[in-house]
């Protein structure tokens, strides 16, 4: 079973901050937050990852609770392509055996 | 740099035959997994595959069976096909050591009728 919880859908205006909430308060001290995203049709893609310092990359940041108990996701300027199923989940950092267990994750529109 | 490559794109099966699914792995990835997408669903992990030995499996019945080559690359059997198998199936592969990204396939749309 899937160790987060994310709200079923949101709607974000193009050009707004889309920010995208997860729950985890469940993780472990050795268990990464992972966000990827799944456009129509497509396999996911990998977006963001932090342990508990907030992160930002070229796609999105990524702000972790000083209790590591959820997180948000932000997309600072949504477009419409940035319209997609968005999954976090939580697993160690290093690979080895360890699978990636999807939610159902949020589903995001993107309107103009 | 080609990222994951599967093949085929879409595939009619009936009821009863049996379907083989490949992946081409990330140049320089070593590790293969496995997913199962159904509808509306999130993707549902079926098997990894690392130094051609099956490292871990989830929920799925032993007629789903895989298989990893010296090159990396796998494949992904499933006997007496089901309805219910209808699906989108993703290859993903990464590094068994370090690393700390999956890199997921555009997948296979495995049609049972």
């Known amino acids: 079973d899937a160790k987060t919880t994310q709200p079923t859908s949101m709607d974000c205006a193009e050009g707004r901050a889309a920010n995208l909430p997860c729950n985890h308060s469940?993780?472990?001290?050795?268990?990464?937050v992972y966000w990827y995203r799944q456009i129509h049709s497509q396999g996911p893609q990998y977006i963001i990852h932090?342990?508990?310092n907030n992160e930002t990359n070229e796609m999105a940041s990524l702000i972790i609770t000083e209790d590591r108990k959820s997180s948000t996701l932000i997309l600072p300027h949504a477009t419409l392509r940035d319209t997609a199923v968005y999954y976090c989940?939580?697993?160690?950092?290093?690979?080895?055996?360890?699978?990636?267990?999807f939610g159902q994750g949020t589903r995001l529109t993107i309107n103009p | 740099d080609a990222g994951v490559t599967q093949s085929p794109t879409h595939l009619i099966k009936t009821r009863g035959q049996q379907v083989t699914l490949r992946c081409s792995p990330k140049?320089?990835?070593?590790?293969v997994s496995w997913y199962q997408q159904a509808l509306g669903q999130g993707p549902q992990f079926i098997f990894q595959?690392?130094?051609?030995?099956?490292?871990q499996r989830g929920n799925f019945p032993d007629r789903f069976s895989g298989h990893q080559f010296p090159n990396y690359s796998s494949e992904l059997n499933v006997n007496a096909l089901l309805l219910g198998d209808s699906a989108l199936y993703l290859c993903?592969?990464?590094?068994?050591?370090?690393?700390?990204?999956?890199?997921f396939g555009s997948g296979t749309r495995l049609t049972v009728v």
């Open positions: 993903a592969s990464s590094t068994w050591v370090g690393g700390y990204g999956y890199t």
């Open positions: 140049s320089g990835h070593d590790t």
């Open positions: 595959y690392y130094e051609e030995e099956e490292r």
């Open positions: 469940t993780i472990s001290g050795n268990e990464y």
């Open positions: 989940i939580v697993r160690p950092l290093f690979q080895g055996a360890q699978k990636l267990v």
């Open positions: 932090g342990l508990k």
